[in-house]
């Protein structure tokens, strides 16, 4: 859905106020949970997001609007073909997304957005069992992959760097940081 649990927002809000980023990409911001969560803390940053499902724009209200501005761009594709310039920003966030592609793909995400250069990433997945189909027209709502924490640890240690882990009673955080 593109809502997301509150379970470990604080946890990420308190990890986002040490590293300050001043550029950030956002992938399936659905709501934009993570821009209304971190703008009001760090002016000035510049925000990107990367949609796949075009009617969530205005639905949510993504696009910047005169009396508030929650993305500074938006991209309407599937992550998994953006150019690399969309990652080499402080923050890449994936938040409630991987586990809507095949683990393959997901594990090669990973490695693209280290690879072009981000120096942090927020990921956030299920840890426990949520099946999910389409939702509200978006066929990219469906779940393709069940996260264990173990596994992501793995994933995420494999790519170096630094990272911290939380696991709550539905959603796991994990934030890698470049060393």
């Known amino acids: 859905m593109p809502t997301s649990d509150a379970e470990g927002k604080d946890w990420s809000l308190d990890w986002f106020r ?5 550029t950030v990409t956002d992938v399936g911001p659905g709501e934009g949970t993570y821009a209304k969560l971190f703008r009001p803390v760090h002016e000035g940053v510049w925000w990107t997001a990367v949609e796949i499902h075009k009617p969530y724009i205005a639905k949510y209200k993504l696009k910047s609007t005169k ?4 993305y500074d761009e938006i991209h309407v594709e599937d992550v998994r073909e953006s150019d ?5 920003r402080d923050l890449v966030i994936l938040g409630d997304v991987l586990e809507h592609m095949p683990r393959g793909s997901a594990v090669t995400l990973l490695e693209t957005i280290v690879a072009a250069g981000a120096w942090n990433i927020l990921v956030s997945v299920p840890i426990v069992e949520s099946p999910q189909g389409e939702f509200d027209g978006n066929p990219h709502e469906a779940h393709l992959h069940q996260w264990g924490p173990d596994d992501m640890d793995a994933v995420l240690a ?6 911290e882990t939380f696991r709550g009673g539905t959603l796991g955080c994990w934030w890698w940081t470049r060393t």
């Open 67 to 70: 009396t508030r501005t929650m």
């Open 158 to 163: 494999s790519l170096g760097g630094r990272v």
């Open 84 to 88: 690399d310039h969309l990652f080499y």
């Open 18 to 22: 040490y590293h300050l980023p001043n």
